[in-house]
């Protein structure tokens, strides 16, 4: 990709509001005060989706179900409206499917033979683009839903007036965007002032719940004091709100993972509070003299270095961390993706996307630079990714372990920095959690029942998602190609793959199509909708 970088930063620079997604040093404001202030996206315009219908049938399709069960094929899939109204045997294998088979009255059918359905994908850590990445917040939701992504937990996905009416929005369906779960920072929104006290935590967990609030996101900051983080915990459990913890470093010497589990934590996103939960003969991770949190090389390059400060695979302390954990019901959602560059750097400024599906604005954030959160690679050499791909070794572990223990552990990606693009980040942590030791059925699990359950649990619900079964929402996913034989199709660049006849590489697979609340999305439209969009910028910053 070739931008004039001086151009883009020119204009960024008046175009944008401070991107604090990640800002948790406890000097400014809460950040979904601080948040990209988004105007959300444009409505969704004819053509863009198809239905609901009153009937719609998916004829001939293989089916992976989400709940680890495996393929299982040929079925014709009934909708009515948004549920999935009935599933029936189309044939056997071998042998040719009955003719004119019932029902005979659909308003709208898809021939998916030789293709796959799944239940459509959450991702449980996400955040909406500002101005300084992105025209609106279609370039998101379009790269979400071409992938196969159909319900996002915003952890804010913007401030909570902007999160709130795109969630009612999405629910409506007047916008081209999944189904929508919104958390906010501690404090967010309210008139109260900062949340300092248990008191005041309660108080805004009471007006969050009804103030279309989903759950609580906590960032361990200087003012979520464990006193304070336990009585938001307790509170929220009791009105049926759902918790996730970013446990950043500056409070997880004294909040790490295990005592945020014990205090009834629903979620630990990242790989902070982990392995300080794991550190051998020492409370606090050992850090440099000169190390300083604020510089972004010191605070993602150092982290690093706690793989070989902690009590390790086959350890009583290893061991005992995840029962604890699992007899707490704390779900990880581990985001390897994000932090997947500090490994190899080339690799994620080289990915096939970029050119086509990156905007020039992003691509000028992820350049480094001292206050870009995330654009942290000032100096990164081969000792940094070094110290990378051990702790990796370590985290995949983990996660891997938790998983065969019966723990929960799910998807999420937090694109927007440090080189990841929505939706293709998706599929990325996929694959990393393939690397991890997951078996393709288990991580298709963690991509649809898993993070359903961790969304609906909360609440005393069901899911109504996160399984192709009948009485569903009609929320799923079609793709060409098995996803089980290779995850790598279910990129929006799709695949290359060599014609034997030709004896020329073939872009193969892709999503097909994205089906939301029973809207019938084209992933290959809104790519090209997207690329447009990106070609769009491009000119209007003369790239």
């Known amino acids: 990709m070739k931008l004039n970088l001086t151009k883009i930063a020119l204009v960024a620079a008046l175009l944008t509001v401070p991107a604090a997604a990640h800002q948790d040093d406890g000097k400014k404001p809460a950040a979904a005060e601080t948040f990209p202030i988004s105007a959300g996206a444009p409505a969704r315009k004819p053509g ?20 680890g069960a495996p393929p299982r094929g040929r079925f014709d899939i009934v909708i009515e409206g948004n549920r999935i109204a009935s599933i029936k045997q189309a044939g056997w294998p071998g042998l040719p499917s009955a003719a004119n088979r019932a029902p005979n009255d659909a308003d709208h059918e898809i021939d998916a033979t030789g293709m796959y359905i799944m239940p459509g994908f959450t991702d449980m850590h996400v955040h909406l683009p500002g101005a300084d990445k992105a025209p609106d917040a279609s370039y998101a939701y379009k790269l979400w839903l071409a992938h196969g992504v159909t319900t996002v937990r915003g952890v ?24 929508i779960f919104n958390y906010q920072t501690l404090g967010a929104g309210w008139a ?30 200087e003012n979520e004091t464990p006193d304070v983080f336990s009585a938001a915990l307790d509170e929220a459990k009791k009105l049926g709100l759902g918790t996730t913890a970013h446990l950043s470093q500056i409070g997880v010497a004294n909040f790490n993972g295990r005592q945020a589990g014990d205090a009834g934590l629903n979620t630990i996103t990242h790989y902070y509070g982990h392995m300080e939960s794991l550190l051998k003969g020492r409370a606090i991770q050992d850090f440099p003299a000169n190390y300083d949190y604020n510089n972004e090389q010191h605070r993602f390059g150092e982290v690093a270095e706690i793989w070989d400060q902690v009590n390790g695979p086959e350890t009583k ?16 959602d581990p985001t390897f993706n994000i932090y997947a560059a500090s490994r190899d750097l080339m690799r994620a400024r080289n990915a096939d996307w970029h050119g086509r599906y990156t ?21 990164w050499t081969t000792e940094n990714e070094f110290a990378w791909k051990n702790f990796y070794k370590l985290y995949m572990r983990l996660m891997n372990d938790y998983k065969n223990m019966g723990g929960r552990v799910t998807v999420g990606t937090d694109s927007g920095f440090i080189f990841k693009t929505y939706g293709f980040a998706y599929v990325e942590e996929l ?20 993070g359903a359950k961790t969304l609906y649990e909360p609440r005393g619900e069901t899911p109504p998602i996160g399984a192709v079964r009948a009485g569903m929402l009609a929320d799923l996913v079609i793709v060409p190609e098995n996803p089980l034989q290779n995850l790598k199709t279910l990129y929006g660049t799709g695949f290359q793959r060599l014609n034997s006849e030709t004896n020329k590489q073939e872009i193969v697979g892709g999503v097909k199509y994205t089906i939301k609340d029973g809207i019938v999305y084209d992933a290959k439209q809104m790519l090209a909708e997207v690329a447009a969009m990106v070609e769009s910028e491009k000119a209007r910053l003369g790239q």
């Not at 804010?156 to 189904?179: D, F, G, Q, T, Y």
């Open 431 to 450: 694959e990393l959690l393939r690397e991890a030791g997951f078996s393709p059925l288990e991580t298709i699990r963690a991509a649809t029942m898993m």
């Open 359 to 379: 905007t020039p604005q992003m691509w000028s954030y992820f350049q480094s630079t001292r206050d870009n959160h995330g654009s942290y690679f000032f100096d």
């Open 156 to 179: 804010p996905l913007a401030a909570p007036s902007v999160a709130s009416n795109e969630k009612n929005r999405s629910a409506r369906n007047e916008i081209a965007a999944p189904r």
């Open 48 to 67: 863009e989706g198809a239905g609901p219908f009153r009937k719609m049938v998916i004829r001939n399709v293989t089916i992976i179900d989400g709940t």
């Open 192 to 221: 109260g002032g900062v949340v300092d006290t248990p008191l005041k935590a309660r108080e805004w967990v009471r007006w969050a719940a009804k103030n279309n609030i989903d759950g609580i996101k906590f960032f361990n900051r």
């Open 317 to 332: 302390q290893w061991q005992e961390y995840l029962e604890a954990q699992k007899a707490s019901h704390v779900t990880f």
